[in-house]
């Protein structure tokens, strides 16, 4: 069982259902705990806004504001509880509004308690199952997120093979790298370290230990990342590099640093 307990909100005028749910269901079993009673409908929304439960356990019929009125509101404000119905009344009116509301059952009073836990029981397990999804999808965007970045620094670097290889890797990543358009990359460095020595460039794909910037100027070295040195505020340089297809990205790399390192100004990267 998940360590993280699902929460349940009970819904019923009937003091005897709200308190026997409470008593008689052992919730720890579960993996569930009620963390709340409503005996109306205004109390019920009030407390699945404030509270978003996992589980809702609703009555149809109650003061202030019907179990399915309650639904509705929710599911309008885009709220993801599951919903089991309870009603005094077969009316099957009354469950086909259900059904189109998402609630996952419709049970009549009074409750057969077997056939109530079993269908409890089908609904944790589709809790837990969406958790396990929802920690799955988070490590895998987490991965894909380290593998962009670290793809980039390696075209900062010039550290890739070939376009098939830049075409490849960029395709199983959901980047689109265009070699007909410029794609631009811009490390911020500070100017200093605070004690008026110049700043060192330390990065995944670059050299770290070799000078940076010093007064705005690239140093030896950096003209084969195609880099090139741009002011910017809060005394920091920009470095900057073209990264379209590989002949394009080196020619006109290399011209963008030559300029910069004259102090001249890139009639196309301004």
């Given at each position: ?62 003061p ?7 639904i ?69 965007t ?7 970045l ?45 004690g008026g ?6 990065g995944?794909?670059?050299p ?24 910017s ?12 297809a ?15 390192h ?9």
């Amino acid at each position: 069982m998940n360590s993280v307990p699902f929460t349940v909100l009970i819904a019923d005028d009937e003091s005897a259902i709200r308190n026997g749910l409470r008593e008689i269901i052992p919730w720890g079993d579960y993996n569930a705990v009620v963390i709340d009673a409503a005996a109306d409908g205004l109390s019920a929304l009030a407390s699945i806004r404030r509270n978003r439960p996992d589980l809702v356990i609703m009555d149809i019929k109650m003061p202030g504001m019907d179990g399915l009125e309650v639904i509705r509101q929710a599911r309008e404000e885009g709220i993801l509880s599951r919903f089991l119905i309870l009603s005094g009344y077969d009316d099957f009116n009354l469950a086909q509004k259900a059904i189109r509301y998402g609630v996952k059952a419709y049970f009549l009073k009074p409750l057969k308690m077997q056939e109530f836990e079993d269908e409890l029981r089908n609904q944790i397990a589709g809790l837990m199952a969406e958790r396990n999804m929802r920690g799955s999808d988070a490590v895998m965007t987490s991965i894909l997120k380290t593998s962009r970045l670290f793809l980039l620094n390696q075209l900062i670097a010039n550290d890739l093979h070939s376009q098939e290889d830049l075409d490849r890797r960029a395709g199983m990543l959901g980047l689109q790298i265009d070699p007909e358009q410029p794609c631009v990359c811009a490390v911020a460095i500070p100017l200093s370290t605070g004690g008026g020595r110049p700043a060192l460039l330390r990065g995944r794909g670059l050299p770290g230990g070799h000078p940076a910037a010093r007064g705005g100027e690239l140093q030896p070295g950096h003209a084969r990342l195609g880099l090139r040195a741009v002011p910017s505020a809060g005394g920091c340089v920009r470095l900057q590099r073209d990264l379209r297809a590989d002949a394009a990205s080196r020619h006109h790399g290399g011209r963008c640093v030559r300029q910069a390192h004259r102090g001249h100004r890139d009639p196309e990267h301004g």
